[in-house]
Nanobody, 124 residues
Framework: QVQLQQSGPGLVKPSQTLSLTCTVS??????????WSWLRQRPGEGLEWMGA???????YYNPSLESRTSISRDTSKNQFTLQLSSVTPEDAAVYFC????????????????WGQGTQVTVPS
């Protein structure tokens, strides 16, 4: 059973960089079987896939966010990280890490395992 534990601040000032970490444990956590994604849900909106990384380091981004998004992983710590730069109040959302066995499923919002979610506030 794969478990995902998110960490990171819930308050980010405008123009700063949001940084969240997801620690993976259990199951075949560190194999390339999974695509490890970051997604968010802004108030009143559906889930928005931000990007994904495989454990071998291949990265995929949502084109609409790619210019501000960086996803990386630290295999020694079983962690993958999201950085979103130049945040504005429009980036306030609940952010999730999640895993799926297929990139298409990840883009379409179909995940096998989820982190607990992090409410991120960006004050105006």
């Amino acid at each position: 059973q794969v478990q995902l534990q998110q960490s990171g601040p819930g308050l980010v000032k405008p123009s700063q960089t949001l940084s969240l970490t997801c620690t993976v444990s259990g199951g075949s956590a560190t194999t390339n079987y999974y695509y490890w994604s970051w997604l968010r849900q802004r108030p009143g909106e559906g889930l928005e896939w931000m990007g994904a990384i495989t454990w071998s380091g291949t990265i995929y981004y949502n084109p609409s966010l790619e210019s501000r998004t960086s996803i990386s992983r630290d295999t020694s710590k079983n962690q993958f990280t999201l950085q979103l730069s130049s945040v504005t109040p429009e980036d306030a959302a609940v952010y999730f890490c999640a895993s799926s066995t297929d990139l298409d499923r990840a883009v379409r919002g179909k995940y096998d395992y989820w982190g607990q979610g992090t409410q991120v506030t960006v004050p105006s």
